[in-house]
């Protein structure tokens, strides 16, 4: 356990992100760019001090309180201002807004954290019988409202953090497969799988916070997913307790024994039971990795170039595309100093790339195969016209891979509205599905950006970046108006609603137009099978 | 559409498998080899005429048959004996044992073949109306009793076969997806696919006759899936209709929204709708295909030698490994005569194999891509002792590889019990689980023999073929002994109770073990609100 120093911090900063001991700034050169661009403030607005949190008055019934003290200890019920706070929201723009202002109005009355999945179950049955509300909490990364607490005709909501149900509980090596708990964060889990030799090989730009029961719960895609696959195709069993009993689904490699109910209960996000363990398919760890940057034609020659690697199976294990606007913006925003991004440009136009669109590409595992594999996707990227810049922008990509949100914290006390939504589609609708989001965003926000980030042989997804001036005062709406504009146009344009950002309360409102109203039924009549009182993060997934 | 002519025909002889114009016999040589063995009647004990089989009289309600021609026509109607005996059963030993015997007691009242999506949705109000039962009907190749009407409770029982709902319906070859109806047949299905350079590579043992409603309702698994996956993998949107509602989920790459409702619908065995159409990943058909024999030095090093493959990403699209007793059996009942199995054995002597485990290894695709993947695999092979035997083995299996079916009627017309079964478990778990199936069958039959026929990073399937003298008058009974022991075992060992084969109603009672009182109440849940009246192929999947 000596690693564990060097871990992130298990308790993110509670008005933005990440590491309370990380300070990004935004590099001196990108200002003006941003000025002219979406406009900013001229100076930082803070966020207010926790003392200035407004809170409601911490309403836990007392015999309830009195019960989860008995289940979880002392010192796993907390009604403080700090871990209230802290629970009251997760990571999505409003969430950030809202917690800047110090609206603290969706704290939980408490927060609970049980030891183990025994407990959970004794903390589900105790809130069951006062109807009080239970929200699941696991990194609290969630960018779609999945971990806000709402309150909504209960009498109080308990939050339950699953973070000390921690720990790798076994590894079969021989089936490569490892039983992790729930609240193990991604690099604690990293740490203990490679001290075997192991990966899972799953890194959402959140990795640093996540934990594994919130990517299970979700369905979250990594960085890596093209070639490890997404948690939902990494899950091999799982064990999860609702109300009315639990599920426990041991690790199996595949079975005709039915509908596939672990399914059913990966993509839950809180509201059928709690995950308290999964069974997840690990790899040995990669002898050598390489991320390489390639500068493509045009956004269209690209997305040719990647379908043509999914459907040879040709994929890197890194498959990230972005168009014209967020090569731009990279280039604009790189952290190193304008310098790097003047020189950039200079040597993209020695190699001929006036403009284009970048592409990081990775690969990892042995050498030889690497290699291989390496050499046949860049012939076809060269067949698309594509020019190889080296590893210098797979370097640079592989560094800042993570840092992304701490920008966002910068922007936001610029006064810069931004945000990021993502979808999938069919190969064949996604030249059309790019332009409907894009135009429905750009009524609402002057800078638009967008990558591809994952590629399946029949398509891919679409990951936007927006950013505006936000309207103070009115940034809630503001942002409800223009991710209102881009999921109405997702849902016309035949994509998937979320490709790996979840429901959430964001999303719930088109979930209907997602799956048709027998399917709402569905995950209705399976909610009222494993939680007849509904307490199970009421408002999240299904639209009240 | 010329060449449906060479398509086998769509209904099969109803007392056996398969094309009533096609003769297998059993070679001449195999019958002492079958008499040492397990025994054999000295006489062929033929089925009873169609004239003879006892059906129950037809009852369908007047009004109720009225309402059906009115929605399918009057040659959409059928209750004539030809139709009521053919949609009386599956395949399975059981469902044959009783049919040769001129035992339709499971007969339906009367068989409709609706046309459309529409109808089908017609069909079932007309039937939920009345409380008639309707059991979906596709190939009609079950051998878990998943297609045998079963009457409890309901006043009647309609099968409610797909076969006119029909064809190819649209081919996506940007996005490498085909819509395809549920009734279209395998061999249906691939000739208009390759008619387009195309293929769906799903060839079950059952592949001439199967519908694709039934293989994404079962959850197959074809010869080629360590290749191109199971069918639940080749899924990627459905649609079906049920009495209370229809479920229309259109095809998606990926998708973060929620549980995975697809998952839910797939392996739903008719229980919980009608699968009309689905969305199906296809590929470009491969250029080049090469079946090839190995021969293992034993099962434990074969066993081995498939893990290395399955988790170095190195799988042949056909990964099949045959035990000692199968591969035995293989060489005895080899169908070109004694000779070649007496030569294939003098050449194994002269490479230094007395005895082993034949494997079937094969790949498919681009021949450059094709020998690099042959060859690493070889090599991966010949690192665990195996002889490499050429394509000659190969070629036979390639030959036979749809023929097992029918040599089982000929041995159940020798007085002998013939069933397959199968299982899947972790690569951890797996040599355990085949010593306990196996014992478990010993004390029941004296042929025992499996194969390893799908493999996984994680784990394999196992497949065993099991051969006994039947007790004649007591067929079913003996059957379900070793059926139940088999079960019992497999369960205690940790596998699936089924891997390709689904639940059907001969492994509705293991159910419970597989997915817990929980996942029981959840497939309950989804029933009754997707089909309220519990009209829909009661008795399977969910043990009445």
């Known amino acids: 356990m000596a690693e564990r120093g060097r871990l992130p911090p298990r308790e993110m900063r509670w008005w933005g992100w990440g590491d309370p001991a990380h300070h990004a700034a935004l590099p001196d050169h990108a200002l003006p760019w941003l000025r002219e661009r979406v406009g900013l403030d001229d100076r930082v607005t803070p966020p207010v001090a926790l003392e200035r949190v407004r809170l409601p008055p911490a309403g836990l019934p007392e015999n309830l309180r009195d019960r989860l003290v008995a289940i979880a200890g002392a010192d796993g019920v907390r009604d403080d201002r700090a871990a209230r706070v802290v629970h009251a929201a997760g990571k999505g723009y409003p969430d950030l807004v809202r917690m800047r202002a110090g609206d603290g109005a969706s704290a939980p009355d408490a927060v609970v954290l ?27 990364t969630s960018v779609v409202g999945g ?14 953090d699953v973070n000390r149900i921690e720990g790798l509980t076994e590894l079969d090596e021989r089936s490569q497969t490892a039983v992790v708990r729930a609240g193990t964060r991604g690099p604690a889990l990293e740490a203990a799988l490679a001290a075997r030799g192991y990966t899972l090989g799953h890194f959402p730009q959140s990795f640093e916070f996540v934990s594994v029961g919130g990517c299970v719960a979700t369905r979250s895609a990594g960085q890596a997913s093209s070639g ?31 509908p596939d109910l672990r399914e059913l209960l990966v993509g839950s996000e809180g509201t059928l039971g709690v995950i308290t363990s999964a069974a997840l398919r690990v790899r040995p760890r990669p002898e050598r990795t390489r991320y390489e940057g390639f500068m493509l034609p045009s956004l269209a020659a690209g ?16 498959t990230r595309l972005s168009d014209e606007a967020e090569t731009e913006m990279s280039l604009a925003l790189a952290g190193t100093g304008g310098v790097k991004g003047r020189l950039a440009r200079a040597y993209l136009r020695g190699r001929g790339v006036e403009e284009g669109c970048l592409a990081i590409m990775g690969w990892e595992g042995d050498p030889e195969r690497l290699r291989t594999r390496r050499d046949e996707a860049a012939a076809v990227l060269g067949r698309a016209g594509a020019v190889a810049l080296g590893q210098g922008p ?18 936001l006390a610029r006064g810069v509205m931004v945000e990021t939504l993502e979808t999938a589609g069919q190969w064949a609708g996604l030249p059309d599905l790019y332009r409907a989001v894009g135009a429905a965003l750009a009524a609402h926000a002057p800078l638009v950006a967008c990558h591809v980030s994952h590629v399946y042989p029949t398509g891919a ?14 940034e809630l709406d503001q942002w409800r108006r223009a991710k209102a504009a881009a ?13 790996h950002h979840a429901v959430g309360r964001d999303h719930a409102p088109w979930l209907p137009a997602e799956v048709g109203a027998s399917g709402v039924a569905l995950l209705r009549a399976a909610k009222a099978e494993l939680d007849p009182e509904g307490i199970l993060n009421p408002g999240k997934l299904l639209a009240a």
Chains 1, 2 share one sequence.
Do not use: K
């Not at 971990?147 to 909501?157: H, I």
């Not at 997404?230 to 039915?258: F, H, I, N, T, Y």
């Open 114 to 140: 049980p030891a183990d999945h025994e407990s959970v179950a004794a903390v589900l049955e105790a809130c069951a019988r006062v109807r009080v509300a239970v929200v699941p909490f696991g990194g609290g």
């Open 303 to 318: 997305m040719e170039a990647l379908r043509a690697l999914a459907q040879q199976d040709l994929a890197p294990d890194v």
């Open 394 to 411: 797979g370097r640079a990509w592989e560094h800042g891979r993570f840092a992304a949100p701490y920008l966002r914290d910068e922007l």
């Open 228 to 258: 490890y696959g997404r948690m939902d195709d990494l899950v091999v069993g799982l064990r999860a307790v609702a109300p009315a009993g639990e599920v426990d689904l041991p690790a199996r490699p595949a079975s005709a024994a039915g």
């Open 461 to 474: 997804s679409l990951y936007f970046t927006f950013l505006a001036r936000a309207r103070r005062g009115e």
């Open 147 to 160: 971990v806000e607490p709402l309150r909504d005709g209960f009498a109080a909501v308990v939050t339950l």
């Open 487 to 499: 999921t109405d146009a997702i849902v016309a344009a035949g994509g998937t609603i979320t490709h």
